[in-house]
């Protein structure tokens, strides 16, 4: 029972497991629900799906799924005298749609063919109710006399509502290959997390305190150890300027939610690419550098290196000395980075272009070598495949 | 007994069926959603709908799953010892119970609130994984076995700031309160102020919902502030034409210090503000 759905569930990328499942068939014989489909909805929504941003491939799994469903209109249509049938449609057509069926041959032809319609089905497809229920090619929806009317001689008008719920896909947006918010990056960014004890002893630590007590045979010996606190590190390498200029939200989103997450955060800005010298203030990049060489010494080896940039630009600019389109640089881009690399053994360039566009330029392709393939768009689902990767 | 929401809570269909089937199938109902939609006061609201006992369970960063079950209050037993108190050999005087005990121990069944699960640490979910499947746990200082005489309905929130482990999921139904619709808002804001005049409270809401609209809010106003806003609008007794912004010398709408939580936000929303001003 409800298999199929299960499996295509599954299949359009929605995590449930059997377990879910069980419960869901739990609830079903335990009477959670009455008929309708829009109360199944509900209810197999809130059993198998477990975060909001697979709201959106369960909607679109289960409207196809059950429209198919829903206007399986062979064995229903069957007990309904046509009359009736008739009547409800006349109910429901406007003027000009009764006279358009009327030139088309009237309604009892509109029925013969329904029907032969429905009896070609049985043969072509299994059960192929689909074919009327999406009915675009099928005259019936030529006419206005889409399925929905088939459905209402059905008596299942309730389920026009449900349909609607899921069809207005309202979840779309929080499907993590589109939205980033500064909320959801920083939950990305939380994945780097790594606590540990550091610095001043100010918290009691009780079970070694308890321990040294004991073999102080029973006089207090109070211990103390320092509070955890995250202690990962990073250094942020951010390209301004020129080709990112349609990339300063997701940017300044992604900045401002570093900031809040890591305590010990470094950020540098660089243009187009890195070379002999960074600057951390836009305003006055050109009277404060700082030397690329000074950062390599300042900054210990543990800090993780997360370069922002689309790297797209002239191939020269990264592999040739004097490549840079601002200055005359005596090493090729190329060399610098590999020098941060050989220091900094966990780095990942995200690139705010779209993924599916990488092939395209030159210059991310070499960059994507240089980093050994470790670039990753500034999706969530990228910023998370990145953070794996500097935790690895 | 199934919940249809309260007098004061405004509950869609979709989170009414979530409740019925984490209630009916004993199971814990994970809630999540923008901050201030209505999340924790969803278990004291069906706690007051079943006539159920209400025990919270509010989880900080340092919160450990442990303290949700007992504690064993070792400083204190080895002040008593060091002063020669005689309860020192009964160890069960020490074991102070935590709220899910409380809510396994209820002679009746309870609704059990566990708040902001994410705010506690990463391993904190799976920790409870056997405590909410099975609903008992093992005191291990008195060799005792605490099992649920009924099984509570347990309420969990999070404001999604870490992942939750997917075992930890898989035992919980799970519901996301998207932000209300202009119809459910003003059905919330009807059962908090029945008596709020009608034309002010379209006016108010239409403002909300514009400021919610104006790109780059650090933190978008939600219902809770809504009714906060309301509050005061009521209290100074603003009149409706006053929020419709007919009074061009002031910028932004009165008291919106209750909507915009933040300088900056306030600080874009009067340069956007008088940005369109300017144009009309």
């Given at each position: 029972m409800l298999t199929d759905f299960f499996l295509k569930l599954r299949e359009g990328g929605?995590?449930?497991s059997v377990k879910e499942y069980l419960i869901l068939m739990e609830a079903l014989s335990k009477h959670?629900?009455?008929?309708s489909l829009d109360e199944f909805y509900y209810l197999s929504r809130t059993c198998?799906?477990?975060?909001?941003?697979?709201y959106d491939k369960f909607d679109r799994v289960f409207g196809a799924y059950f429209k198919g469903i829903a206007s399986t209109p062979e064995t229903l249509l069957a007990g309904i005298p046509e009359e009736w049938l008739r009547r409800q449609a006349e109910l429901l057509l406007s003027e000009e749609e009764k006279k358009l069926i009327e030139s088309l041959g009237g309604w009892d032809k509109l029925m013969e063919t329904l029907k032969k319609r429905l009896a070609e089905q049985k043969g072509r497809h299994?059960?192929?109710?689909k074919w009327i229920g999406t009915?675009?090619?099928?005259p019936f929806g030529a006419y206005g006399y889409n399925p929905e009317g088939v459905r209402i001689g059905q008596q299942e008008s309730r389920n026009r509502r449900a349909v609607k719920v899921w069809d207005?896909?309202?979840?779309?947006?929080?499907?993590?290959s589109v939205e980033l918010g500064t909320r959801n990056i920083k939950v990305a960014l939380k994945r780097l997390r790594k606590f540990a004890r550091e610095g001043a002893?100010?918290?009691?630590d009780l079970d070694d305190t308890i321990r040294s007590t004991a073999k102080n045979a029973g006089w207090l010996d109070i211990k103390m150890v320092p509070e955890r606190h995250n202690s990962v590190k990073v250094l942020l390498f951010l390209d301004v300027g020129g080709s990112m200029e349609d990339y300063v939200r997701v940017c300044e989103e992604l900045f401002s939610a570093a900031r809040a997450e890591f305590k010990h955060l470094e950020y540098f800005y660089y243009h187009n690419f890195l070379y002999e010298s960074v600057w951390r203030n836009n305003r006055r990049r050109n009277s404060e550098r700082t030397p690329t060489f000074d950062v390599l010494h300042k900054y210990a080896h543990d800090y993780k290196l997360i370069f922002v940039g689309?790297?797209?630009?002239?191939p020269y600019e990264i592999?040739?000395?004097?490549?840079s389109i601002e200055h005359n640089n005596e090493e090729a881009g190329a060399v610098w980075l590999q020098r941060l690399l050989d220091v900094y053994d966990h780095a990942v360039w995200l690139n705010p272009?779209?993924?599916?566009?990488?092939?395209?330029?030159e210059s991310i392709g070499m960059v994507r070598q240089l980093m050994a393939g470790r670039m990753f768009p500034l999706t969530l689902d990228g910023l998370d495949r990145a953070m794996r990767a500097l935790s690895r | 007994m199934k919940f249809k929401g309260t007098e004061s809570y405004v509950a869609t269909d979709d989170l009414m069926m979530a409740v019925n089937a984490a209630v009916t199938l004993e199971r814990p109902l994970l809630i999540k959603g923008e901050?201030?939609?209505g999340k924790t006061m969803l278990a004291i609201e069906v706690a007051k709908a079943l006539e159920r006992p209400l025990h919270q369970w509010h989880v900080k960063s340092?919160?450990?799953?442990q303290q949700g079950l007992y504690e064993y209050d070792a400083v204190s037993r080895l002040r008593d010892s060091q002063l020669g108190d005689?309860?020192?050999?009964?160890?069960?005087?020490y074991i102070v119970r935590g709220p899910l005990w409380d809510a396994f121990d209820s002679d009746r069944p309870a609704v059990l609130l566990i708040d902001?699960?994410?705010?506690?640490?990463?391993e904190f979910p799976n920790d409870l994984l056997r405590e909410l499947d099975r609903m008992e746990f093992y005191v291990y200082e008195t060799q005792k076995l605490v099992r649920a005489k009924y099984r509570p309905a347990i309420i969990i929130t999070s404001n999604n700031e870490k992942e939750l482990p997917d075992a930890f999921l898989r035992r919980c139904f799970f519901h996301y309160i998207k932000f209300p619709d202009k119809e459910i808002m003003e059905r919330i804001v009807d059962v908090h102020f029945?008596?709020?005049k009608k034309s002010l409270l379209r006016e108010a809401l239409e403002v909300f919902f514009e400021i919610r609209e104006v790109?780059?809010?650090k933190k978008k106003p939600s219902t809770s502030e809504l009714l906060d806003w309301l509050k005061l609008l009521m209290a100074e007794d603003i009149s409706p034409e006053t929020l419709r912004g007919?009074?061009?010398?002031?910028?932004?709408?009165?008291?919106a210090g209750a909507l915009l939580k933040n300088e900056q936000d306030v600080h874009l929303f009067e340069r956007l503000v008088f940005m369109s001003k300017r144009a009309r």
């Amino acid at each position: 029972m409800l298999t199929d759905f299960f499996l295509k569930l599954r299949e359009g990328g929605v995590p449930a497991s059997v377990k879910e499942y069980l419960i869901l068939m739990e609830a079903l014989s335990k009477h959670v629900i009455g008929g309708s489909l829009d109360e199944f909805y509900y209810l197999s929504r809130t059993c198998l799906v477990k975060d909001e941003s697979n709201y959106d491939k369960f909607d679109r799994v289960f409207g196809a799924y059950f429209k198919g469903i829903a206007s399986t209109p062979e064995t229903l249509l069957a007990g309904i005298p046509e009359e009736w049938l008739r009547r409800q449609a006349e109910l429901l057509l406007s003027e000009e749609e009764k006279k358009l069926i009327e030139s088309l041959g009237g309604w009892d032809k509109l029925m013969e063919t329904l029907k032969k319609r429905l009896a070609e089905q049985k043969g072509r497809h299994q059960g192929g109710s689909k074919w009327i229920g999406t009915g675009g090619t099928s005259p019936f929806g030529a006419y206005g006399y889409n399925p929905e009317g088939v459905r209402i001689g059905q008596q299942e008008s309730r389920n026009r509502r449900a349909v609607k719920v899921w069809d207005q896909r309202e979840y779309r947006n929080l499907d993590d290959s589109v939205e980033l918010g500064t909320r959801n990056i920083k939950v990305a960014l939380k994945r780097l997390r790594k606590f540990a004890r550091e610095g001043a002893a100010e918290e009691l630590d009780l079970d070694d305190t308890i321990r040294s007590t004991a073999k102080n045979a029973g006089w207090l010996d109070i211990k103390m150890v320092p509070e955890r606190h995250n202690s990962v590190k990073v250094l942020l390498f951010l390209d301004v300027g020129g080709s990112m200029e349609d990339y300063v939200r997701v940017c300044e989103e992604l900045f401002s939610a570093a900031r809040a997450e890591f305590k010990h955060l470094e950020y540098f800005y660089y243009h187009n690419f890195l070379y002999e010298s960074v600057w951390r203030n836009n305003r006055r990049r050109n009277s404060e550098r700082t030397p690329t060489f000074d950062v390599l010494h300042k900054y210990a080896h543990d800090y993780k290196l997360i370069f922002v940039g689309d790297a797209t630009m002239s191939p020269y600019e990264i592999a040739y000395p004097g490549g840079s389109i601002e200055h005359n640089n005596e090493e090729a881009g190329a060399v610098w980075l590999q020098r941060l690399l050989d220091v900094y053994d966990h780095a990942v360039w995200l690139n705010p272009t779209a993924e599916e566009r990488w092939g395209y330029y030159e210059s991310i392709g070499m960059v994507r070598q240089l980093m050994a393939g470790r670039m990753f768009p500034l999706t969530l689902d990228g910023l998370d495949r990145a953070m794996r990767a500097l935790s690895r | 007994m199934k919940f249809k929401g309260t007098e004061s809570y405004v509950a869609t269909d979709d989170l009414m069926m979530a409740v019925n089937a984490a209630v009916t199938l004993e199971r814990p109902l994970l809630i999540k959603g923008e901050p201030g939609t209505g999340k924790t006061m969803l278990a004291i609201e069906v706690a007051k709908a079943l006539e159920r006992p209400l025990h919270q369970w509010h989880v900080k960063s340092t919160s450990k799953a442990q303290q949700g079950l007992y504690e064993y209050d070792a400083v204190s037993r080895l002040r008593d010892s060091q002063l020669g108190d005689g309860r020192v050999h009964d160890i069960a005087n020490y074991i102070v119970r935590g709220p899910l005990w409380d809510a396994f121990d209820s002679d009746r069944p309870a609704v059990l609130l566990i708040d902001e699960v994410d705010k506690a640490d990463i391993e904190f979910p799976n920790d409870l994984l056997r405590e909410l499947d099975r609903m008992e746990f093992y005191v291990y200082e008195t060799q005792k076995l605490v099992r649920a005489k009924y099984r509570p309905a347990i309420i969990i929130t999070s404001n999604n700031e870490k992942e939750l482990p997917d075992a930890f999921l898989r035992r919980c139904f799970f519901h996301y309160i998207k932000f209300p619709d202009k119809e459910i808002m003003e059905r919330i804001v009807d059962v908090h102020f029945p008596n709020l005049k009608k034309s002010l409270l379209r006016e108010a809401l239409e403002v909300f919902f514009e400021i919610r609209e104006v790109p780059g809010l650090k933190k978008k106003p939600s219902t809770s502030e809504l009714l906060d806003w309301l509050k005061l609008l009521m209290a100074e007794d603003i009149s409706p034409e006053t929020l419709r912004g007919q009074d061009q010398a002031k910028i932004i709408p009165p008291l919106a210090g209750a909507l915009l939580k933040n300088e900056q936000d306030v600080h874009l929303f009067e340069r956007l503000v008088f940005m369109s001003k300017r144009a009309r």
